[in-house]
């Protein structure tokens, strides 16, 4: 028994807590450096940091397409996308029987579209640096089935490392 009454488990989560508190109070007293400063550029500080802010979070919604050019296809498109997502996330839903998952899934599929959409029509040449690249587009393809090739040959991997005759 830990001391206070508390579990073992609680006490662990606590020695593992407690000094990332005191590293916070640290890091709490550091000034933040001048932006660009390392990179020899002057840069002035936004007189409202947190419109801008709110700019780039209602580019996360559908709102963000009101008052562009084209409205009527945009439209089009981010209905059709929503369709799309909302199919999918309905089919995958009544076939494994857990919605909460998919509606998370869903939403969260449904922002990032809008996002893109956004990005597209505010920011061009974002848009091309991060969704024209091949490179870019094989890595967020291909990045999220690395655990899939860890986990198939882990459980060869002691096997592996007890054996001496390959290294």
Known sequence: MAPF???????????????????????WR?????RGLSDGIETTQHPHPFKEM???????????LMGQEKLAKN???????????????????????DIEQWVA???????????????RLRDPAIFSVIFRSKAHLFCLLGLPFIPFVQYA??????YLLLEKSWC
């Open 5 to 27: 009454g508390i579990r073992g488990w609680q006490a662990a989560f606590i020695a593992v807590g407690l000094p990332g508190l005191l590293l916070a109070l640290v890091t």
């Open 30 to 34: 550091i000034k933040e450096p001048k």
């Open 54 to 64: 709110l700019k780039e979070m209602i580019g996360l919604t559908p709102f963000s």
């Open 75 to 97: 439209l089009v498109v981010n209905f059709s996308i929503a369709l799309l997502i909302f199919t999918l996330c309905f089919f995958l839903s009544s076939r494994t029987g």
């Open 105 to 119: 899934f869903g939403i969260g599929c449904y922002f990032i579209a809008c996002w893109i959409q956004s990005l």
């Open 153 to 158: 040959h882990g459980p060869f991997s002691t």
